[in-house]
């Protein structure tokens, strides 16, 4: 766990900075930082692994896609629009994180067919604290605006 937490902290900030080729390297390391640190928090054996793993790919990239689309919308909010226009951005908006939470109720189930219940808790911790850990390492990297430097 220790190594793995050195790896975290040398990729995160460091992913963040890199651009081209490079940045997608790292960017594919800290994702294989991300795949040891949740397969250690979650404890899971060769065998459930081998049927979680793919699930949870899938189960990401439906995610990603919901948050992608999500940004798109909250960028397009702009002064010419109408009241009106605006409110049905925001109901789209409300319409993708519902599609995100139903995601999550619908993956619930799914997960645990392979895992436990238990191990189910732990992914969506593991997610969380893996998630914070990396935000924490890039804004504090040297260069980086962080919420001390405003």
Do not use: C
């Not at 992608?68 to 908006?93: A, C, H, K, P, Y």
């Not at 895992?115 to 390492?137: G, P």
Request: no cysteine; glycine share 6%; aromatic share 8%.
């Amino acid at each position: 766990m220790l190594s793995l937490a050195a790896l975290l902290l040398t990729l995160a900030p460091a992913a963040h900075a890199q651009g081209g080729r490079r940045g997608g390297q790292r960017l594919a390391q800290l994702e294989n930082a991300k795949i040891a640190f949740i397969t250690n928090r979650v404890a899971l054996t060769q065998d459930q692994a081998q049927k979680f793993w793919p699930l949870y790919n899938e189960f990401s990239d439906r995610r990603r896609e919901l948050n992608r689309n999500g940004r798109l919308l909250r960028r397009d909010v702009t002064d010419g629009m109408t009241d009106q226009q605006i409110r049905e951005n925001f109901n789209q908006s409300f319409a993708l994180r519902q599609q995100e939470l139903n995601l999550e109720k619908e993956y619930f189930e799914k997960f645990q067919k392979v895992i436990s219940l238990r191990q189910v808790a732990q992914l969506f911790m593991a997610e969380r604290d893996f998630t914070r850990e990396v935000i924490k390492r890039v804004a504090g990297a040297p260069g980086q605006p962080g919420l001390d430097n405003d």
